[in-house]
């Protein structure tokens, strides 16, 4: 069973950083598309960033590009989201989720989220 575990949130004023880790299980990674989703109180769940696990090529929401970087690291199974320059809209609960058939459209399995709040 794949299980996706996030950490590395926290509280951070506008204008850090954060780096995001997904610790990826119970499968093998290399033909999935692995992505990051957030969620604000109030609003719908968002995509911010993805990644194919096997070529490395990443897709971005417009409002996190040029800020955000996912990553992966395939021989420890773990994805990154490296957030810079931080605004406090990104404010959310971020997910890592994962696309068994790598097309970045649907994702079956979702680790439980961190926290992230950005400060004024």
């Known amino acids: 069973q794949v299980q996706l575990v996030e950490s590395g949130g926290g509280l951070v004023q506008a204008g850090g950083s954060l780096r995001l880790s997904c610790a990826a299980s119970?499968?093998?990674?290399?033909?999935?598309?692995m992505g990051w989703f957030r969620q604000a109180p109030g609003k719908a769940r968002e995509f911010v960033a993805g990644?194919?696990?096997?070529?490395?090529?990443?897709y971005y929401a417009g409002s996190v590009k040029g800020r955000f970087t996912i990553s992966r690291d395939n021989a420890k199974n773990m994805v990154y989201l490296q957030m810079n320059s931080l605004k406090v809209e990104d404010t959310a609960v971020y997910h890592c989720?994962?696309?068994?058939?790598?097309?970045?459209?649907?994702?079956?399995?979702w680790g439980q989220g961190t926290q992230v709040t950005v400060s004024s």
């Open positions: 989720a994962a696309d068994p058939r790598g097309t970045f459209y649907r994702y079956d399995y």
């Open positions: 119970g499968r093998t990674f290399s033909s999935y598309a």
């Open positions: 990644i194919n696990w096997n070529d490395g090529s990443t």
